[in-house]
């Protein structure tokens, strides 16, 4: 979480550093997570860091404490997502109404209600406590960012034959566009759901294995791989996308040319 100065209020920030670091000029923050960087680590004397574990509950009423805005970026997609993302924003949440934050801003993915798999049922879940609490807030949802679809085509690199869902359709973002857009919305009053964030094209996973295969200098095959169930029919409709509302500029390639190494090798 972060804390600030600037023409107030006070901004704390939980995870995703490139959410933190956006407008590190104009506000005095404090970043919170269970492994804390260096205070001022980014160059901007604004930082400070605290400890906060939200699956153990640890640390909460410090990152909270003296906050203006809360902006909720913490997950653990990975790890046990049910107690990071659901119980720990709840724990969050009652730090925040027992402190009168003003705001709590809350990151979120496009089109979790209509893709049931169990990240994204979590996510949902965190997304109605924080509109259930009496704390004002904003929920923005993001699409997938460019280092997080990477790392899944990072994992088939090695493979022969690259076996992909080649029929779903993303809408990737930069994240560095995407947390501007999220911090757009730092300032009270609270705005309940926000317009959702997307990147500036909707792609098949063929096409963005295609530009990642080519950015990396590889000849693989790419071969539909037919998942099965709910979730992966959703992905193939579209549903993780916002066509409308393409707020990103940088485009997938722009985004692989940008990489030294192998991109996404390194993101998660
Ligand atoms: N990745 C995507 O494509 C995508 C798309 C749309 C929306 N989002 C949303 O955007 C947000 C950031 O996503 P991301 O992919 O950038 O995530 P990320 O890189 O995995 O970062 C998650 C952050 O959560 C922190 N965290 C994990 N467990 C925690 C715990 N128990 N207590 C406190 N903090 C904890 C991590 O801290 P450490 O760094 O110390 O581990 C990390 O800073 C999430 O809410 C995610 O759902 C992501």
Not at 54 to 75: K, M
Not at 123 to 143: C, F, M, Q, W, Y
């Amino acid at each position: 979480m972060a804390s600030g100065e600037w023409n107030e209020p006070r901004a704390s920030t939980t995870g995703n550093d490139d959410t933190r670091a956006t407008r590190s000029d104009r506000r005095e923050r404090q970043a919170a997570s269970p492994a804390p960087g260096d205070d001022s680590a980014d160059g901007d004397s604004a930082v400070e860091w605290v400890e906060l574990d939200l699956e153990a509950g640890t640390g909460i009423r410090t990152a909270t404490d003296g906050v203006d805005v809360v902006v909720h970026a913490a997950s653990d997609p990975r790890g046990d997502h049910e107690a990071v993302d659901v119980d720990g924003t709840r724990r969050l949440l009652d730090a925040a109404a027992a402190l009168d934050v003003e705001h709590f801003l809350y990151v979120s993915i496009v089109g979790i209600d209509d893709i049931p798999y169990s990240y994204y049922e979590h996510k949902l879940e965190a997304e109605r406590a924080v509109e259930d609490s009496r704390v004002p807030s904003t929920v923005v949802r993001s699409t997938q960012f460019f280092p997080f679809v990477a790392s899944i085509l990072a994992t088939v690199r090695r493979l022969p034959v690259w076996p992909l869902p080649t029929d779903f359709r993303l809408q990737p973002v930069d994240v560095g566009e995407a947390a501007d857009a999220v911090v757009e919305h730092v300032e009270p009053p609270a705005a309940g759901r926000a317009p959702d964030v997307g990147g500036p094209a909707v792609h098949t996973g063929r096409e963005l294995a295609e530009a990642y295969r080519e950015a990396c200098g590889l000849r693989r095959p790419v071969v539909r791989l037919p998942l099965p169930g709910e979730a992966a029919a959703a992905f193939r409709t579209g549903a993780a996308t916002c066509p409308d509302r393409a707020v990103g500029t940088r485009t997938w390639r722009e985004w692989l040319d940008g990489q030294d190494g192998v991109p996404g090798a390194d993101a998660y």
